[in-house]
């Protein structure tokens, strides 16, 4: 009989302890959730500071893949004329071809870069040949913000 109670305490013991982990488990899926901002490209650049460094979501369409390798994609804004650069960053090696013209939903760090990354930049840009003309992603592509993407999921072809 004692053991009987042994093990129905040591059952109810760790009954209690697996709740509890699970508990713990939810509870950092939604702190992780709730660190992520979801955002507007239009909220991200009006204020980059507030969001520099954070997790955010964000989605629209691709209207460029860059051909050398896939290591930017530029998505565009509802207000059909403002874009945002992407990079690959973590799992994700290169963007492909066939996401041009797709709704895309990416998740990513949101980064500006300071005044010294961002003068580095432009005068990468400026020593090789991306387009013979202006394309509707330049301003996007020589901007001092960008968003290192960790994960994206198209939502429509």
């Keep these: 009989m004692q053991r009987l109670?042994?093990?129905v305490l040591f059952a109810m013991l760790f009954g209690s302890c697996s709740q509890s982990g699970k508990q713990e488990e939810t509870t950092a899926e939604e702190s992780q959730t709730e660190?992520?901002?979801?955002?507007?490209i239009q909220e991200l650049l009006a204020q980059p500071a507030d969001y520099n460094g954070k997790e955010v979501a964000i989605s629209g369409m691709v209207t460029h893949v860059c051909k050398h390798?896939?290591?930017k994609c530029f998505v565009l804004a509802d207000d059909g004329e403002t874009q945002i650069r992407i990079v690959p960053a973590g799992d994700i090696d290169e963007f492909k071809i066939d996401l041009e013209g797709s709704t895309v939903a990416f998740k990513g760090t949101f980064k500006v870069l300071n005044p010294v990354q961002a003068e580095a930049l432009?005068?990468?840009h400026d020593s090789k040949e991306h387009h013979e003309t202006e394309m509707s992603h330049s301003q996007a592509e020589k901007a001092d913000y960008f968003i290192e993407a960790v994960d994206f999921k198209e939502l429509t072809q």
């Design 122 to 124: 432009e005068a990468d």
């Design 5 to 7: 109670i042994v093990w």
């Design 35 to 40: 660190q992520i901002v979801k955002a507007t």
């Design 69 to 71: 390798g896939g290591q």
